[in-house]
């Protein structure tokens, strides 16, 4: 059975880092498509970063500078660094995972299977 687990939540002041940590189980990691995505309490799910299986990277344009994706295929984990965080990436965050034909989607329809989410909250 797939599972994702995601950790690395937590709250910070605007200008700091988190780091959120997507653990997989259950399938062959490498061979999927993944990403970020978050949704913010009254608004849509929006993708924020993906990354193929190749590596190749892409961002949503608010995160770009400042989040980077990356992936340790050994560890079947999936990271996102979080650099000067502003208070409107508070949201919770949510990493997926989708078939290989893909690539680094930012559309969420594209991705099979999901976690359950970390919260991060971006105080002023």
């Known amino acids: 059975q797939v599972q994702l687990v995601e950790s690395g939540g937590g709250s910070v002041q605007a200008g700091g880092s988190l780091r959120l940590s997507c653990a997989a189980s259950?399938?062959?990691?490498?061979?999927?498509?993944m990403g970020w995505f978050r949704q913010a309490p009254g608004k849509e799910r929006e993708g924020v970063a993906a990354?193929?299986?190749?590596?190749?990277?892409n961002y949503a344009d608010s995160v770009k500078g400042r989040f980077t994706i990356s992936k340790d295929d050994a560890k079947n984990t999936l990271y996102l660094q979080m650099n000067s965080l502003k208070p409107e990436d508070t949201a919770m965050y949510y990493c997926?995972?989708?078939?290989?034909?893909?690539?680094?989607?930012?559309?969420?329809?594209?991705?099979?299977?999901w976690g359950q989410g970390t919260q991060v909250t971006v105080s002023s």
């Open positions: 990354i193929d299986r190749d590596g190749g990277t």
């Open positions: 259950g399938y062959t990691y490498s061979r999927y498509s």
């Open positions: 997926a995972a989708g078939p290989v034909w893909v690539g680094p989607t930012l559309q969420g329809y594209e991705y099979y299977y």
